[in-house]
């Protein structure tokens, strides 16, 4: 039975990626400091003789005993709020941690897999985005700290593959949404289903014609199992490319709680990207794999985790 390593083990992503791969049959060691990751993410698993969580900082040596067959790194903060307010952190997660993530890959003789990110192409100017484009990113901008510490991994991770030939994957994970996302983790799917659930406005940033295109967390898992059981090594879009506007966002958002929330303007973040939708022919030909969960059942399958939540900080 393989090991495997996930940092960030107790995040959104990260919990969900070690539960897949406990189905697997895999042995799991998660890693994770809970600066933005939370144990309450993993409680179910703790009776499982698989699995085990180390709490510690990717950033310094990361020390594991026996041996591991995967290291998956998704150890970030990964929401425009928590890396504003985590730039340091953010940085050095993506550039120290990733080395001390490839470091370990390289000493077990582990294939490594690097959760990289719709960002590299920043606000792209090429629409849908393949993974032949470069990307426009501003380097010293508020989103530069997420941005461009993704890629700086990707950076290091192909270095790692080309130099030392360790078996590496990368995958450029689009906007993602399900069970376990922060209520108040600022992105917009916790931002408006929990806006809609306490009936206050749905905050639109700008005029809400910039667009993102959703994947449901349980595709997402998918296409990155997939991908850590190829032999492709160059980056891969996971995402659903099912694009919409902000604006119409809300509104679907609206017609399925029922809310009678109003929508309100609030101004554009620094750099918001204008469109983002994945071009996800590579994921096609080479996993196999297309998202299957339309936007309407994930929200059904999410919505009841927001309102678990809003009732416990409300303390109903
Ligand atoms: N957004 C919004 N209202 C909110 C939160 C986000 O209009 O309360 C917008 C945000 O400006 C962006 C999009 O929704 O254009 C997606 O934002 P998110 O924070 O989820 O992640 P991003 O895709 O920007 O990384």
Same mark, same amino acid.
């Given at each position: 039975m393989p090991t495997s390593v996930v940092t960030g083990g107790a995040g959104f992503l990260g919990s969900h990626l070690t539960e897949r791969l406990l189905q697997e049959g895999h042995h799991v060691v998660a890693i994770d400091n809970?600066?933005?990751?939370?144990e309450r993410n993993l409680d179910h698993l703790?009776?499982?003789?698989?699995f085990r969580l180390i709490r510690h900082d990717v950033t310094q040596f990361i020390s594991v005993e026996g041996p591991v067959d995967f290291v998956f790194h998704f150890a970030s903060p990964a929401s425009p709020i928590d890396y504003l307010e985590l730039p340091i952190q953010t940085l050095k997660v993506g550039s120290l941690g990733t080395h001390n993530a490839l470091g370990l890959a390289k000493a077990k003789g582990a294939c490594f897999l690097l959760a990289s990110t719709? +960002?590299?192409?920043?606000?792209?100017?090429?629409?849908?985005?393949? +993974?032949?484009y470069w990307g426009n990113v501003n &380097?010293?901008?508020?989103?530069g700290v997420y941005d461009e510490a993704k890629r700086f991994a990707e950076a290091m991770t192909m270095a790692y593959h080309r130099f030392h030939q360790v078996d590496t994957k990368i995958v450029r994970i689009f906007n993602t949404y399900g069970p376990?996302?922060?209520?108040?983790?600022?992105?917009v799917v916790p931002a408006f289903v929990g806006q809609a659930l306490r009936g206050e406005p749905l905050t639109i940033f700008g005029d809400g014609k910039q667009t993102r295109s959703f994947c449901f967390v349980s595709d997402l898992i998918d296409g990155i199992y997939r991908l850590s059981q190829s032999k492709f090594h160059e980056p891969v879009n996971i995402g659903n490319p099912v694009e919409l506007t902000i604006l119409e966002f809300a509104e679907r958002i609206r017609r399925i709680t029922g809310t009678k929330s109003e929508i309100i303007k609030k101004p554009l973040p620094v /750099? /918001? &990207?204008?469109q983002r939708q994945p071009d996800i022919s590579r994921a096609k030909k080479i996993l196999g794999w297309e998202p299957l969960v339309p936007l309407e059942e994930g929200l059904q399958k999410t919505i009841p985790w927001f309102q678990a939540n809003l009732e416990k900080s409300s303390g109903g």
């Open positions: 809970l600066l933005t990751g939370n703790r009776t499982e003789k698989r719709s +960002e590299c192409y920043g606000d792209p100017l090429v629409h849908p985005q393949k +993974e032949d &380097p010293i901008g508020p989103r376990r996302m922060r209520l108040r983790d600022g992105r /750099d /918001d &990207p204008k």
